[in-house]
């Protein structure tokens, strides 16, 4: 994801614990890898959240995303928040606490459910 | 009552055992199964084994009728979401969370889980308490009802030999009582004045912390 956005022009900061992961980014990444926890107000300052128009948390942990993006949208006031929420039901609650949720869980099945039916 | 624990850790396997000495209902939630074994063969049927962060482990465990839901794993965001969810979700009436870095308390009260015990915390006031260095100790916060309540230490100036009445203290605070260095118990009045070794209770509102640090040091 960072690669695409990077790719089509948006100024993208990347945050991560852990160092290895930046491996993956391309070798012509123009955007700012930084080593820090994204659930950190501190961290997040760094990556200079206040001038943020969108934060995406995709981890793999449901719980980090949900605090990451809550600390985003409501201490931050990033206007446009996305966290990936794998429990279905939990991406309901989510959304009732104005964050937008994406629960790959439910996008796949309806892919699935698709395919199938054609 | 029927009181629901997250996290099998230490914390999680003290409370349970004492909880249910005390007489309540309790279930503890854990997610590694090997633990669930342990404690099963312990405690007997008092646990659940799956994540607790779950909505449908949280509906297994009939958290529609906890009176009380206490977070004690030992990650934040495990904690912060399964509060989260017990309190706004599912109005579980006392909704406790166990802080494990000092700084996530803020972000936690600001994300609308004010009830939070914070271990590092807790021991920075004990040692203040335990030695005559610091003024200031904090015995409790009432976080709903916006109060501090404080133990101040009389250790010389700027505050002995001053009238307790004299004491710019934030307003709204209440000083119920001084201990003296004898152990005699004291009601303040307006001829109280303070000595060197005295200790007194100050209730204050929150937002007055600064102001009562400000007079004690």
């Known amino acids: 994801m960072a690669r695409l956005l990077d790719a089509d022009g948006h100024k993208v900061t990347i945050l991560d614990s852990d160092p290895n992961s930046f491996e993956k980014l391309p070798v012509d990444f123009k955007g700012v890898a930084l080593l820090e926890s994204a659930t950190d107000e501190e961290g997040l300052e760094k990556a200079n959240i206040r001038e943020a128009d969108a934060f995406v948390a995709v981890t793999r942990e449901d719980d980090k995303n949900a605090m990451a993006a809550q600390i985003a ?26 964050l937008e949720g ?14 199938l039916e054609r | 009552m029927y009181i629901i624990l997250l996290g099998g850790g230490e914390v999680g396997y003290y409370l349970c055992r004492e909880l249910l000495d005390m007489g309540h209902e ?29 909505m449908a482990v949280l509906t297994k465990a009939g958290i529609t ?18 509060t ?4 706004q979700k599912f109005n579980v009436p006392q909704v406790i969370a166990r802080i ?31 030695t005559a260095i610091f003024p200031l100790v904090r015995l409790l916060s009432f976080k709903e009802k916006g109060l501090e309540l404080f133990l101040v230490k009389v250790l010389g100036a700027p505050l002995a030999d001053k009238r307790v009445v004299e004491l710019a203290l934030p307003s709204g605070s209440e000083v119920p009582l001084l201990i003296r260095q004898g152990g ?8 109280t004045i303070l000595e060197i070794g005295d200790q007194f209770i100050c209730l204050i509102p929150s937002e007055g912390e600064a102001m009562l640090k400000a007079i004690v040091s």
Not at chain 1, 73 to 98: A, H, M, N, Q, T
Not at chain 2, 74 to 82: G, I, M, P, Q, S
Not at chain 2, 185 to 190: A, F, H, I, K, S
């Open chain 1, 73 to 98: 949208k409501r201490i931050f006031d990033v206007p446009r928040v996305i966290c990936r929420i794998y429990d279905p039901l939990r991406e309901e609650f989510y959304e009732s606490l104005g």
């Open chain 2, 65 to 82: 009728r906890a009176d009380m839901f206490v977070a004690v794993t030992d990650e934040d965001d495990d904690n912060l979401a399964a």
């Open chain 2, 184 to 191: 005699e118990l004291v009601v303040p009045d307006l001829r």
């Open chain 2, 100 to 130: 494990n870095k000092p700084k996530d308390e803020r972000i936690f009260v600001k994300l609308g889980i004010e009830h939070t015990v914070n271990a590092a915390a807790l021991i920075l006031e004990n040692i203040k308490a335990q």
């Open chain 2, 26 to 54: 309790v279930l503890l939630i854990e997610k590694d199964a090997i633990k669930c074994e342990h404690f099963k063969e312990e405690l007997g049927s008092v646990i659940l084994c799956g994540d607790g962060c779950e």
């Open chain 2, 84 to 87: 989260q969810i017990a309190k």
């Open chain 1, 102 to 115: 994406i629960s790959p869980t439910v996008v796949f099945a309806k892919l699935l459910k698709e395919k």
